[in-house]
């Protein structure tokens, strides 16, 4: 299939005011779909088999709706990310022709990155990934982002030690509600070698105090840690960006 062709593929959006938008995928503005509001609503009832809910996004503001806690897990990562500076679940509907076959799709969210471009991120757990009719779809997809050089994910899931380490430190992610002092006094204790524990007792602020500091610092990039072993207080804390574990 050519590149005019999946450029030709349908593109439905519903933009930031609630207007719904068909246009092509050659012609879509990506800053309008990223900005905009989910294309289809995320359904909760009695006896469903995955588990929908709202996740609130420092990177945006706001509550981002996901289908499944694999789904949340994925906004998790983004939003821990600090190249990326937009997400929107649910972002569009591609409609299309794939060699004689009628595709209808709805990635489930879309990344923006500080650099301007963009990724379209399929998640799905890996058990449901080889299945003909699903690989499909995500071939045709990947095909479509690739004509117009935006990258394509399907995330499968996170290392779980790496997993569990970025919730911990989410706790520390709203620097609203953590004291200036106490951030300041972590970044001035901060010193080669310490450890996290080392790092609390050396402020003059109360262990819970600091610890929640820490984990802001951690948060914003401003520390780091081996987030591929279990986080605790005999983890090295150095001054700066994590390495790449939350794309």
Known sequence: MGKTRLGSTQCHYVSADGDEHVTTVDEVHMASVVAGQPV??????????HYPGLFWS??????LKY????????????DFNPEVVG????????????DGTTRRHVPDLLLRRRDSSF?????????FVTHPKVSAVFGWTSRICASRGWGYEVWTGADAVVLANVR??????RGEFIADT????VRSAVRPGLTLGQLES????????????????????????DLTRPLGTHSIVETGAHLDCCD
């Open 168 to 173: 911990h430190i989410a706790a520390g992610r």
């Open 87 to 98: 997400i929107a679940p649910q972002p569009f509907w591609l409609v299309g022709d794939d």
């Open 40 to 49: 289809r609503p995320i359904r909760s009832f009695a006896g469903q088999k």
């Open 202 to 225: 050396a402020t003059k602020q109360p262990r819970w105090a600091a610890r929640r500091a820490v984990l802001r610092l951690l948060w914003q990039h401003e520390l780091r840690a």
């Open 182 to 185: 106490a951030v300041a006094d």
């Open 67 to 78: 289908e499944s806690l694999l789904e949340r897990d994925r906004f998790l990562l983004a």
């Open 58 to 63: 420092v990177t945006t503001g706001t509550h």
């Open 119 to 127: 990724v379209v991120v399929d998640v799905k757990p890996a058990d």
